[in-house]
């Protein structure tokens, strides 16, 4: 299966196929990057540039590292540079591709679930710099993203658990019959089910996918795919990165964010509730965390990529209609503190 998305004038094809068809048609003078994790994934005729697994590999000498391996490994403009692996070798990888010889043509392997559905579409590339996430990056879409479902087998329960937050994101955005499946099909959801993957995939690929469309780089709609991420964002920052996977602090920001839309008399109440009900189903910590409102309010002030002094949040009124609005500060202070379920309940 194939579909193909447009992003500012570049052309991005995604092909869902399997593992034995994964590498076909790839043009032999391609250098493919990946870690150790994904290295089993790849085939053994070709040429590799390893990177650390982690968040690590997101770093100014892992870039220059890579630059030079694709200067090594004498890599033309036409032909393809491969990241295979989680958002963090899609993001270093795009990166580069970018910056070599101007761009040089770009493949993209995701093989985590958070990857599949939300890193390797939609052209951000990036690195952490200066004790700040992402801050450091461009807009350069893949020409071609492979998707192989079967390697999520191998993946980490908690990477996955991470990754499915980011679905259930992405069906809020508008895909209620993905949210009703997430609902009512735990048991498949958590067991990794072939068919069900498959279909969120496509589903939150449409999603983010349309919404590029219209919106490369962010001066509008795309914002709406940070649902939940102002709270996330300032959480992590809080409780040091790996402490909650990024999946784990979306799911709580999620919480927060219905929670905030509730308490500004945006978010209807059975809907915030629902959300909370899903979350809860699927294990994730959506309680508030009033002992360290203060600090995840300072976070949030010094967040770099907001725009003015005030925080702009994305809430919903329902499934499928988002909205980014500034909010009064009193009320995040309340919805921090833990007094935010009050309003719906
Ligand atoms: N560009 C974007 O639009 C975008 C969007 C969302 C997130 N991101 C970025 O993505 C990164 C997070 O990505 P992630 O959650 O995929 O984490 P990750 O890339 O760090 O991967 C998580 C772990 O899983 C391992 N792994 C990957 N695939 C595996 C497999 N099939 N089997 C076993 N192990 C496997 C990796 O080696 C790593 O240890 C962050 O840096 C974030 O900023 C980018």
Redesign the pocket.
Known sequence: MQRSFTFGGYETTVTMTSRGRLWNALDDRSLLVA????AA?LPVDRRLHEVP???R??SWPELERLLAGLLDADLTRDASVVGV???????LT?LAANLYLRGCRLVLV??????MV?????????I?FGGF??IV?TFYPASEIRICPE??????ER?YR??LA?VIKTAMLGDESLFETLEQEPERVAARDAAVLERAVWSCLDIKGSIVEADLTETGVRAHLNLGHTFAHALESVEGLGAW???EAVAWGLARAMELGGAAGITDGAYARRVRELLERYGYRVGPLPEAAQQIRAAMQKDKKRRGDRPRFVLQRELGSTLVTEVDSALVDRVLRGEGRRDYG
């Open positions: 870690d150790a994790n994904t994934y697994a982690g968040e590999a997101k692996g989680g958002g963090v070798v899609c993001d795009a995701p093989t985590t679930l958070l990857a939300d890193a390797s579409l939609g052209g951000k590339t990036g952490n996430k992402n990056g390697t999520l087998t191998t993946l980490p990477e991470s990754g980011e996977s990024h999946g």
